[in-house]
């Protein structure tokens, strides 16, 4: 089970941290995923960070303004999100599979919803 939070409303330039949380089964062998979801637009990827943390990815659009970290004595993948932009606003999800740089995950989380005021 993914429990994903910290999403909420920010003005443009500033920075959100999203958390999310497994439970269930042994997290260090999952691979974690973000992905998002504008409002009458498809899924996208975002970041993805391997199962001890060494590789990580992102999509170009958040390059260089998020970070994805993981805790895996805490079962807990984070998204650092800062110079956020407008287009940034969408439900952001959370996700686990067991291969990294997959294009589609069997686990997913609900997810939180993150607004950002231009």
């Known amino acids: 089970q993914l429990q994903a939070s910290g999403g909420g409303l920010v003005q443009a330039g500033g920075s959100l941290r999203l958390t999310c949380t497994a439970s269930g089964r042994t997290f260090s062998d999952y691979a974690m995923g973000w992905f998002r979801q504008a409002p009458g637009k498809d899924r996208e990827f975002v970041a993805a960070?391997?199962?001890?943390?060494?590789?990580?990815r992102y999509a170009d659009s958040v390059e260089g303004r998020f970070t994805i970290a993981r805790v895996n004595t805490r079962n807990t993948v984070y998204l650092q999100m800062n110079s956020l932009k407008a287009e940034d606003t969408a439900i952001y999800y959370c996700a686990a599979d067991r291969n990294y740089g997959q294009t589609t995950y069997d686990y997913w989380g609900q997810g939180t919803l993150v607004t950002v005021s231009s």
């Open positions: 960070i391997s199962w001890r943390g060494r590789s990580t």
